[in-house]
């Protein structure tokens, strides 16, 4: 049984995947510094959004409120692990997101694309492993330590926090 916490969760994490996807292609197809073209400054300008939303607003959405619902209840040991897993993305996610915007702005230098690859290709590994995490265990968990009435009220403050 899906709950509605979860599957607003499972939404967000898809459309990360989405972009962390199109960002490896990006990376994959672009060996040399890209120029920025309308099309690329559109792609990258949307990249800065996602990612820096998926750090900030989601992350602090499961930290501040999901999690806490898990520690009432004991269950540390999976808290401790995500949160541990979100402090070394966020760095990492804001720096891409950073890159990425003053990309869509005014373009790469050879130090910031060099900077965006490496980041960018760290990122990627960190973020998508943390999402599968999430969508193996978070989301059962969720369904057996929420109850439908605590679902409710995370879902609401999801809704209006996040998006
Ligand atoms: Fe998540
Ligand atoms: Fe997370």
Redesign the pocket.
């Known amino acids: 049984m899906q709950t509605q916490t979860g599957s607003l969760?499972h939404q967000?994490?898809m459309t990360t995947i989405e972009a962390l996807q199109s960002l490896e292609e990006f990376l994959g197809s672009n060996r040399k510094m890209p120029v920025i073209d309308d099309l690329v400054g559109r792609k990258m300008k949307q990249l800065s959004k996602i990612l820096r939303s998926?750090v900030e607003n989601?992350?602090a959405f499961?930290e501040n409120h999901l999690f806490k619902v898990f520690i009432e209840q004991g269950e540390t040991g999976i808290v401790t692990m995500?949160t541990h897993e979100h402090r070394s993305i966020l760095p990492l996610a804001l720096q891409v997101s950073d890159i990425a915007k003053a990309a869509a702005e005014g373009g790469f230098t050879e130090a910031s694309w060099t900077e965006f690859k490496e980041a960018g290709a760290e990122l990627i590994e960190r973020e998508i492993f943390?999402?599968q995490k999430?969508e193996m265990g978070?989301l059962s968990a969720i369904a057996s330590l929420v109850d439908p009435e605590a679902d409710e009220e995370l879902a609401d403050i999801y809704r209006r926090d996040v998006g």
């Open positions: 969760l967000a994490h998926e989601h992350f499961e995500l943390h999402i999430e978070l």
